[in-house]
């Protein structure tokens, strides 16, 4: 039962299993049969993988005990007096590696670290959710211990079998762990006697239980890191074309640098939420009274970061591109196409509350967009469509932030329309980030995506080209 379970979730959230009849597929099953093979291989059309790690296929993990670094930094909420995660989709990723451990006989203990504690126990960040919904998921017991360190913890782990794991606490409850301490990262390494790294939304971090543990064990990627770090390195490497980049969510500097770094490789941004309103207002339009990222000022850097002026820089990189694109996307003569391509309408409120009037104002051609005392809440029904035809019109597609205030009904139509396109399209599709995920969920099978990206800051720093400390000391020499 546990295979049929890993082999499911391995097609939902890494992938569907390779069929050597079906061309679209990148990604494997953690065990071979007449259809399917054993390691990751590939047919066309696919990425070329030009990272390399070392994996769980290197290495024989037969009863051996293992220090599963996973990605389960989940936020939890009380339901019915019971605290459950909000969402299991991280946990639900890790399922194919640990059955492949399992599968070996392996002793599996759990660590991750939980929200920001500060270096004090919090009973509302506690593994505790974590283990019982593993439990749930892969048909096992997953105990969870009162700490992640000490002569207790180690004699738990000592008394194990093959085919057991364990959740440690909350890593974070220690200070030492976000200061990288080495002594506190050696102990940590005193509970297994090889890494398997899963925690891709934590490759970015430098702690005791990320890079800290790595200095100590040897290490391999786990599945769920190394599809991760595949589909990513696709994205830059050898997407097919056209290749369609979405933007959206609130704030542009989180993502500012993936944009730069994918400008040469992508071949348009599709702008939405507030990241649209900061390049619409670089164009010079009047955006009201809509959310505006300020100015950030590093004062012990001596920096300053116009997010308007860089919008503006952006936007005249490729000017020269702009009328490639009619051609490339086969839909020119019913849009003038910009490399940059902001919403065309928008849907604008003068309120946040629930019985604020709204209404659609066009932004195309147009320089006063947004009166004074509204907002820009969502794109309107017309941009809905324009990027709906340009996703069906590309091979690669990635996605992260929605199109607007998607917690709201009423200024979700625009995810949900880019979520429906998506979907729907024959392309490569890779969502990323937590809001985006989320509101996909609404309206489509997450398993309709290529791949669903469930970190956040390390994928736009994947992204961005910037170097992950994890990913350094994964990766083979």
Known sequence: MPHVIARNLLHKFCGNLIDKRSPRTCFASTRGDENVDRVYSYS????????KLRTIRDFDFTNKTVLYRSPYDIATEMVNGERVLVDDSRIEATIPTLTYLLEQNAKIVIITYVGRPDGVVNENLTTAP???RLSELILRPVPKLDDCVGTEVRGYISKMKPGELVMLENTRFHPEDKKDDDAFAKELAENGEVVVFDGFPQAHRIHASTTGILRHLPSYAGLYFESEVRTLNGLIESPEHPFTVIIGGAKISDKVEAVQNLMDKADMFLVGGGVANVFMKAEGKNMGDSFMEDVYVDEKRGEKKDWVELARTIQTMRENKNRELERLYGIGADYSLHTVQH?????????LSANSEVKVVRSYRVNDV???GWMALDIGPETEEMFARLIYHSKTVFWNGPMGKFEDE???SGSYAIAKAMAQSDATTVIG???TIA?????????????????GGATLGFLAGKELPVLEMLTLD
């Open 130 to 132: 974590h283990a019982k």
């Open 343 to 351: 919403p065309i309408d928008l849907r604008i409120s003068n309120s």
């Open 370 to 372: 947004v009166p004074e």
């Open 44 to 51: 066309t059309p696919c990425y070329h993988f030009i990272v």
């Open 410 to 412: 009423r200024f979700a």
């Open 439 to 455: 509101v996909a969920k609404q309206v489509v099978d997450i398993s309709s995506f290529t791949h669903a990206s469930l970190a």
């Open 433 to 435: 980030g937590g809001d």
